[in-house]
């Protein structure tokens, strides 16, 4: 995967993210000296889990061939010092037997973007 930011042509900050072709814009919003022209990367951080926890439920379910329709989840974050916290909301729509439920929250709790969230990260940089 490659992922290519930088300085976007519209706003203040607002940086253009290329990820393998696909753009997303990024901004800061008017509080934080942005023009609010798209989400944060706290946000961006945030939707990651969402989308990672939705697509893991969906493709675990379809795997068993049990009739989960859709997996909604809600993110909120709240930082205190040194500790950025993440609140997952879960609503799984179809008709799943209560074991069925608990497998899938067992499962939320291991894809791969809360694995990556909840283990050890390290960042190299350097200036190039």
């Given at each position: 995967?490659?992922?290519?930011?930088?300085?976007?042509?519209?706003?203040?900050?607002?940086?253009s993210?290329?990820?393998?072709?696909?753009?997303?814009?990024?901004?800061?919003?008017?509080?934080?000296?942005g023009?609010?022209?798209?989400?944060?990367?706290?946000?961006?951080?945030?939707?990651?889990?969402?989308?990672?926890?939705?697509?893991?439920?969906?493709?675990y379910?379809?795997?068993?061939?049990?009739?989960?329709?859709?997996?909604?989840?809600?993110?909120?974050?709240?930082?205190?010092?040194?500790?950025?916290?993440?609140?997952?909301?879960?609503?799984?729509?179809?008709?799943?037997?209560?074991?069925?439920?608990?497998?899938?929250?067992?499962?939320?709790?291991?894809?791969?973007?809360?694995?990556?969230?909840?283990?050890?990260?390290?960042?190299?940089?350097?200036?190039?």
């Amino acid at each position: 995967m490659n992922i290519f930011v930088h300085k976007a042509a519209v706003g203040r900050i607002a940086q253009s993210v290329e990820i393998d072709g696909h753009m997303i814009l990024a901004d800061g919003s008017l509080a934080e000296n942005g023009d609010d022209l798209g989400p944060n990367p706290h946000a961006l951080l945030d939707a990651a889990l969402g989308a990672c926890t939705a697509l893991t439920l969906k493709l675990y379910a379809e795997r068993k061939g049990w009739p989960l329709e859709n997996a909604d989840v809600t993110i909120r974050h709240e930082e205190t010092p040194g500790v950025y916290n993440l609140h997952r909301e879960i609503t799984l729509r179809g008709d799943l037997s209560d074991e069925q439920r608990e497998r899938l929250l067992e499962i939320a709790n291991k894809c791969p973007i809360h694995r990556v969230l909840s283990g050890e990260i390290n960042i190299d940089s350097k200036l190039v």
